[in-house]
């Protein structure tokens, strides 16, 4: 048994060192790493607790307002964008990566989309002004009433204060809606789609490299616009499917969501 006066003196020294920013969590492993004690995290707390070295602990405020999602009826192209994260894995590199894209509900194409080894606020918000830039949006005068709307789960991505600033920063040109907790069917169509990149890309391929596996990523989503059919668009592939809905050769459909 050690006392809890020696195993003090083993916490002044960590904190005196290079792991000085540490909280009791990791204290409590380097504790039982260097010193090969068996000990638990609730003792450790109350130790550094009593030598007056606890960290703050942190708050994490988000004072961004929330949109829910409400039903809507999808009559055309950028009425109703969709996006989301998804990640797949590196198995020469044991580690994932990450997708985000960006797809229209009405002509189902993905319009923009992210791919790397992290996926922070300001990759999903570069991968969403790329998507306005491709579109045109960003240009475009809209009337007040019809937006365009881009919906997302509430990923921390999406609750960010980068996130909330930059839709605010183009209010004039859409506004960003927060689905309810767990109803993914409210982000049905780019939920679809991720299942797809799965069922069709990460589960065919078995990546060694990062670069290989983004190549794959890039390489399927422009198979996916371009020559996949789909179903749900009289058997066209996406971009297929738009073009010719803007020259008015395909039955109009209302998607109500």
Request: glycine share 4%; aromatic share 10%; proline share 4%.
């Amino acid at each position: 048994k050690v006392s809890d006066s020696r195993i003090k003196g083993y916490l002044r020294r960590l904190l005196n060192g290079k792991h000085a920013a540490c909280g009791y969590r990791k204290l409590t492993v380097l504790v039982r790493r260097k010193y090969r004690l068996i000990i638990s995290k609730k003792k450790i707390y109350r130790l550094c607790k009593e030598l007056g070295v606890l960290l703050p602990q942190r708050v994490i405020r988000n004072n961004a307002p929330r949109r829910i999602a409400r039903n809507r009826v999808v009559t055309g192209p950028n009425q109703l964008w969709e996006m989301d994260v998804k990640y797949g894995y590196v198995a020469g590199k044991r580690e994932h990566f990450f997708v985000a894209s960006v797809i229209d509900v009405f002509d189902r194409q993905i319009i923009a989309h992210h791919r790397g080894k992290s996926c922070t606020a300001e990759h999903v918000v570069k991968t969403l002004r790329r998507a306005l830039l491709k579109r045109g949006e960003h240009v475009q005068e809209r009337d007040p009433n019809k937006k365009l709307v881009i919906r997302t789960d509430n990923g921390p991505q999406f609750k960010s204060k980068k996130f909330y600033e930059f839709c605010d920063l183009n209010k004039q040109l859409l506004e960003h809606e927060r689905i309810p907790n767990k109803t993914p069917n409210k982000n049905a169509h780019i939920e679809a789609f991720h299942s797809i990149l799965e069922m069709e890309c990460f589960r065919w391929n078995c990546f060694e490299t990062y670069e290989e596996a983004f190549a794959e990523v890039d390489r399927f989503i422009h198979f996916y616009n371009t020559e996949r059919i789909h179903g749900s668009l009289h058997d066209l592939p996406p971009k297929e499917y738009a073009k010719l809905a803007a020259l008015g050769q395909v039955p109009e459909q209302k998607i109500a969501l």
